[in-house]
T-cell receptor, first 114, second 114 residues
């Protein structure tokens, strides 16, 4: 119930294409869903996050789509660029009531070919 | 200041050594975290401090000893580590335990145990 399942494990996209990474969760108590971007040798950096009261959130080229009934959410990267090549982690956590614990997906290694 | 600063960036230590990892933030966050990340894996939570008090210990071996001297500093004391403890150790902070926003990671300390 604490797991977040992420797919695919790796993804290769041509420059200018759309990158799509999917995540699914079981615990309906989760109500905060961030995406992190991690470059080699660096810590994860928050990319974009969504609460389940909205179905979509867009920030620049990055969009989260959220399907509460299916317990799924996805990251779409439009016009993918070589600089987007990194590992992406979805995550989930519960709202206030206790110490926050982020549950991470297994990660997707994204490669954007020039 | 919107950063979490970790020192050292790299550390090599023998199995009989005692060393400490340091983490500092000046964002006024009252929750601080230690995560461990192995290669090609997501971060795994080790400890959570809320208002300078340990609130979560994810069954971490006693050779790892956390300390939170004040609201800006977090230490991880290491003693008698094993080679399998080699990993990237990440510190993170958030506004305060119980909220889901402002979760910021440092760049990590790359630890090698020989």
């Amino acid at each position: 119930q604490q797991q977040v399942k992420q797919s695919p494990q790796s993804l290769i996209v041509q420059k200018g294409g759309i990158s799509i990474i999917n995540c699914a969760y079981e615990n309906t108590a989760f109500d905060y869903f961030p995406w992190y971007q991690q470059f080699p040798g660096k810590g994860p950096a928050l990319l974009i996050a969504i609460r389940p009261d909205v179905s979509e959130k867009k920030e620049g080229r990055f969009t989260i789509s959220f399907n509460k009934s299916a317990k799924q959410f996805s990251l779409h990267i439009m016009d993918s660029q070589p600089g987007d090549s990194a590992t992406y982690f979805c995550a989930a956590s519960k709202q206030p009531g206790g110490a926050q614990k982020l549950v991470f997906g297994q990660g997707t290694r994204l490669t954007i070919n020039p | 200041d919107t950063e979490v600063t970790q020192t050292p960036k790299h550390l090599v230590m023998g199995m009989t050594n005692k060393k400490s990892l340091k983490c500092e933030q000046h964002m006024g966050h009252r929750a601080m975290y230690w995560y461990k990340q192995k290669a090609k894996k997501p971060p795994e939570l080790m400890f959570v401090y809320s208002y300078e008090k340990l609130s979560i210990n994810e069954s971490v071996p006693s050779r790892f000893s956390p300390e939170c001297p004040n609201s800006s500093l977090l230490n991880l004391h290491l003693h008698a580590l094993q080679p399998e403890d080699s990993a990237l150790y990440l510190c993170a902070s958030s506004r305060h335990a119980g909220t889901s926003y402002g979760y910021t990671f440092g760049s990590g300390t790359r630890l090698t145990v020989v």
